[in-house]
């Protein structure tokens, strides 16, 4: 497993959760790192990525309620939830490409996020 994510849970709508993405030891170079979401009976959702240099990009659906940040230094990447809602229930994946532009190679198993109303 390249990617690990943790943080998910179970919270009321209109609260908070911070999601971590950490990279293992054998991930060497990193580049856009990126967090999806896939809620049951739906396609796969990009919800924010982040550059080597911390640009940043979000999905219409959760812009000024997301940030996603990271920690070069750790190989970890966050998505900080604010202002939850029922529809942002679904498991949510980390997704990490070698370089920024490049495919995303490395992916994590995903952490389940519960919103209820």
């Known amino acids: 497993v390249h990617l690990v994510e943790s943080g998910g849970g179970l919270v009321q709508a209109g609260g908070s959760l911070r999601l971590s993405c950490a990279a293992s030891a054998s991930v060497v170079s990193i580049g856009t790192m990126a967090w999806y979401r896939q809620a049951p009976g739906k396609a796969r959702e990009l919800v924010a990525t982040i550059k080597s240099a911390g640009n940043t990009e979000y999905a219409d659906s959760v812009k000024g309620r997301f940030t996603i940040s990271r920690d070069n230094a750790k190989k970890t990447a966050y998505l900080q939830m604010d202002s939850l809602e029922f529809q942002d229930t679904g498991v949510y994946h980390c997704?990490?490409?070698?370089?920024?532009?490049?495919?995303?190679?490395?992916w994590g198993q995903g952490t389940q996020v519960t919103v209820s109303s």
């Open positions: 997704a990490a490409a070698l370089a920024s532009g490049g495919p995303y190679v490395y």
